[in-house]
């Protein structure tokens, strides 16, 4: 049987993964977010050229910081699982937490560009640099996230997604050139530059700098309790087992006890 | 024995099972073929099939990958050789160096197949003066596509739905291979006007390509196939 580190604080509380430090995280990242609305559906100004559209952007922005935070989180906790001297599945627990909200995260960037993109270029997907690059970014994790489910001992899947969360490191850099550079030669120039012509007035940066606190708060709320679960998840793997065989045991044992 | 030698010998192995087995000639060879027939379908004008043949013969390429990888490792998995390799004491990073090269001498056949066949089917002709571009970028975009193929295979060796696995992580990685290397050869034959000075700084990214893979790829196939 695998040895797990064992997280007492979870096996004791049976009714979920919140803590105290969680609720309140929670709660200010609710509030947060209620005043994210509030500035980017109200305080904050129309937009000259886009007016209205352009509220998608305090969306828009933060999901994507949030998916390169996550998956800088998971690089990083990928090489400490890899390279740290106590194999502490705990990091690896929170890389493959980190990946999967950034995926999600990616996902929703690229919807919500494409909405924008409808509404301000008029189609939803132009094979720009960056849009190429997200969408690669986004495969890619999906990817990620499907080693992790090959199955194995956690040792094994915490290896083996260590590895591939690095890979992911070393091939983005290179997608990103690539196709920049394809891009700059068949295209004249972008027209569809996403920051270019934006013209940004005060309000309108702090209600994005509101919303990327509110989507980190909404990203770290998120972490934790995915970590737990994950947690709990390998645990119940790992427990499950012995309690099934000590079941069969005392079955066993009973019957024997009948017989004589 | 040297990690170089063992390397040679895997290779050798590799290729010495095809040879008899045919499977290359008998069954992806064919398979390339009949995917630049159907591309012939799909894209139904002359004009359109002459302009994005290149692109066409290294999306070929890269379906054909997929296919020689699941075979590469198929040979190894089937009789539990990989671990036999490993119990044996040989060094991970000569494995997949070896297997790596056997993938790349595979895939350079399969290549001039296509490139001849392209020239058949979508009327390409090479120019004199782009022979060194077309060859040099053939043998980088090679090495990039056999380092990433032989990492992934080795990845999914041995695990269920590996079949199904091995695209979903091997067709993002090579994107870069695919860009760069379409756009050498457009100018190495001269399609749609591109020039010949243009193909060369996509070889440097396919350069760039297949020594990063190659390097991470024989670091990291020790830990992937080491269960």
């Given at each position: 049987?695998?040895?797990?580190?064992?997280?007492?604080?979870?096996?004791?509380?049976?009714?979920?993964?919140?803590?105290?430090?969680?609720?309140?995280?929670?709660?200010?990242?609710?509030?947060?977010?209620?005043?994210?609305?509030?500035?980017?559906?109200?305080?904050?100004?129309?937009?000259?050229?886009?007016?209205?559209?352009?509220?998608?952007?305090?969306?828009?922005?933060?999901?994507?910081?949030?998916?390169?935070?996550?998956?800088?989180?998971?690089?990083?906790?990928?090489?400490?699982?890899?390279?740290?001297?106590?194999?502490?599945?705990?990091?690896?627990?929170?890389?493959?937490?980190?990946?999967?909200?950034?995926?999600?995260?990616?996902?929703?960037?690229?919807?919500?560009?494409?909405?924008?993109?409808?509404?301000?270029?008029?189609?939803?997907?132009?094979?720009?640099?960056?849009?190429?690059?997200?969408?690669?970014?986004?495969?890619?994790?999906?990817?990620?996230?499907?080693?992790?489910?090959?199955?194995?001992?956690?040792?094994?899947?915490?290896?083996?997604?260590?590895?591939?969360?690095?890979?992911?490191?070393?091939?983005?850099?290179?997608?990103?050139?690539?196709?920049?550079?394809?891009?700059?030669?068949?295209?004249?120039?972008?027209?569809?530059?996403?920051?270019?012509?934006?013209?940004?007035?005060?309000?309108?940066?702090?209600?994005?700098?509101?919303?990327?606190?509110?989507?980190?708060?909404?990203?770290?709320?998120?972490?934790?309790?995915?970590?737990?679960?994950?947690?709990?998840?390998?645990?119940?793997?790992?427990?499950?087992?012995?309690?099934?065989?000590?079941?069969?045991?005392?079955?066993?044992?009973?019957?024997?006890?009948?017989?004589? | 024995?040297?990690?170089?030698?063992?390397?040679?010998?895997?290779?050798?192995?590799?290729?010495?099972?095809?040879?008899?087995?045919?499977?290359?000639?008998?069954?992806?060879?064919?398979?390339?073929?009949?995917?630049?027939?159907?591309?012939?379908?799909?894209?139904?004008?002359?004009?359109?099939?002459?302009?994005?043949?290149?692109?066409?013969?290294?999306?070929?390429?890269?379906?054909?990958?997929?296919?020689?990888?699941?075979?590469?490792?198929?040979?190894?998995?089937?009789?539990?050789?990989?671990?036999?390799?490993?119990?044996?004491?040989?060094?991970?990073?000569?494995?997949?160096?070896?297997?790596?090269?056997?993938?790349?001498?595979?895939?350079?056949?399969?290549?001039?197949?296509?490139?001849?066949?392209?020239?058949?089917?979508?009327?390409?002709?090479?120019?004199?003066n782009g022979v060194v571009l077309l060859v040099t970028t053939?043998?980088?975009?090679?090495?990039?596509?056999?380092?990433?193929?032989?990492?992934?295979?080795?990845?999914?060796?041995?695990?269920?739905?590996?079949?199904?696995?091995?695209?979903?992580?091997?067709?993002?990685?090579?994107?870069?291979?695919?860009?760069?290397?379409?756009?050498a050869v457009?100018s190495a034959?001269?399609?749609?006007?591109?020039?010949v000075?243009?193909g060369w700084?996509?070889v440097?990214?396919?350069?760039?390509?297949?020594?990063?893979?190659?390097?991470?790829?024989?670091?990291?196939?020790?830990?992937?196939?080491?269960?």
């Amino acid at each position: 049987m695998t040895t797990i580190d064992k997280a007492p604080t979870v096996q004791r509380r049976s009714a979920g993964t919140g803590t105290p430090a969680t609720r309140i995280l929670g709660i200010i990242t609710i509030v947060s977010m209620v005043w994210l609305v509030a500035f980017g559906l109200g305080f904050s100004p129309a937009d000259r050229d886009q007016e209205e559209a352009v509220r998608i952007m305090y969306v828009h922005v933060p999901t994507i910081w949030i998916a390169y935070l996550a998956f800088v989180v998971t690089a990083v906790a990928s090489g400490l699982y890899l390279f740290g001297r106590k194999k502490s599945l705990g990091w690896d627990r929170l890389a493959g937490a980190s990946a999967e909200i950034g995926t999600t995260f990616v996902a929703m960037t690229l919807v919500v560009g494409a909405l924008w993109g409808r509404l301000t270029w008029g189609v939803f997907w132009q094979w720009d640099a960056r849009l190429t690059t997200t969408a690669l970014l986004f495969v890619t994790y999906v990817g990620y996230l499907a080693v992790r489910r090959l199955g194995g001992s956690h040792e094994q899947r915490a290896r083996r997604s260590a590895v591939i969360g690095l890979l992911a490191v070393l091939l983005l850099p290179l997608v990103h050139w690539s196709v920049r550079l394809w891009r700059s030669l068949h295209q004249e120039a972008t027209v569809l530059d996403t920051d270019g012509d934006i013209d940004m007035d005060g309000l309108m940066l702090f209600s994005l700098f509101v919303g990327v606190v509110a989507f980190t708060l909404f990203y770290i709320w998120l972490v934790l309790h995915r970590t737990r679960v994950m947690a709990m998840e390998d645990m119940m793997e790992d427990h499950g087992l012995d309690e099934a065989l000590a079941a069969r045991r005392r079955e066993a044992a009973t019957l024997n006890g009948e017989e004589n | 024995m040297s990690s170089w030698r063992i390397a040679r010998i895997v290779a050798a192995k590799d290729l010495r099972i095809e040879v008899h087995s045919r499977v290359l000639t008998n069954q992806v060879l064919p398979f390339a073929g009949v995917t630049m027939v159907i591309f012939a379908f799909a894209l139904d004008a002359d004009s359109v099939l002459e302009r994005v043949a290149p692109g066409l013969i290294w999306l070929a390429t890269m379906f054909s990958l997929l296919v020689l990888v699941q075979r590469s490792f198929a040979i190894e998995t089937d009789d539990g050789a990989l671990d036999a390799m490993r119990v044996a004491g040989l060094d991970p990073r000569a494995i997949y160096l070896g297997k790596a090269m056997a993938l790349a001498v595979e895939l350079l056949v399969l290549e001039v197949v296509l490139l001849f066949t392209a020239i058949i089917l979508y009327r390409q002709t090479i120019p004199l003066n782009g022979v060194v571009l077309l060859v040099t970028t053939l043998l980088t975009a090679t090495c990039g596509l056999a380092a990433v193929g032989t990492l992934y295979g080795g990845l999914a060796s041995g695990f269920k739905g590996r079949e199904t696995l091995l695209p979903l992580l091997t067709l993002p990685a090579v994107a870069p291979v695919l860009i760069g290397a379409t756009r050498a050869v457009e100018s190495a034959l001269g399609t749609a006007g591109a020039v010949v000075s243009d193909g060369w700084s996509w070889v440097g990214l396919l350069a760039v390509f297949a020594v990063t893979f190659g390097v991470g790829g024989s670091l990291a196939f020790g830990p992937l196939i080491d269960e």
